[in-house]
């Protein structure tokens, strides 16, 4: 099955929102997960408040390290997805030849700390996961997997 892992710094808001939208939209396609790059030890209530508003499960999610995910400790991701550019930047330090990855930068909605901001980060981590899952990436050849994620970092999962 095709694993994607969602990295922000904190894994307390935007990468348990992707991840909880994944689950939904991905389930039987992905197997999905996700981990920071700084762990805070524990998902954001605001982000729980959002999941529960959208009527997404909000249970099971946990605050984690990107290290439960490294090549020797466990299955190694066919694609990671960055959602913000200091995750992409340690992370591509630590694991220079990992998988595929891209960059969504998606602000943090905690730094605002309302439910508009919430809001917005998850209009925007829906469009993009409608158009990554709108394409069979899972079954794309390298090249063609690259240009597809090229073009939707672009596009903002705008068509």
């Known amino acids: ?11 307390s808001t935007r990468s348990i929102i992707a991840e909880a939208i994944l689950k939904r939209e991905a389930a039987g396609r992905f197997a999905v997960a996700s981990a920071g790059t700084n762990p805070v030890g524990r998902v954001h209530p605001a982000t729980y408040r959002l999941l ?9 999610f946990r605050s984690k390290s990107w290290r439960e995910f490294e090549p020797d400790e466990a299955p190694r991701p066919d694609l990671i997805v ?3 550019p ?5 992370l591509s330090v630590a694991w220079p030849r990992g998988p595929m990855s891209t960059l969504w930068d998606i602000e943090d909605p905690a730094i ?7 809001d917005l980060a998850y209009i925007r981590l ?10 069979p990436i899972e079954d794309m050849t390298r090249d063609t997997r690259r240009w597809t994620l090229d073009r939707l970092a672009e596009t903002g999962g705008e068509h």
Do not use: H, W, Y
């Open 82 to 84: 960055f959602l913000c």
């Open 112 to 118: 605002a700390q309302n439910d508009l901001a919430f």
């Open 1 to 11: 099955m095709f694993t994607l892992l969602a990295v922000c710094t904190g894994n």
């Open 86 to 90: 200091a995750a992409e930047a340690e």
């Open 52 to 60: 529960d508003r959208k009527g997404l499960p909000s249970r099971g």
């Open 126 to 135: 829906s469009r993009r996961i409608d158009a990554l899952l709108s394409d």
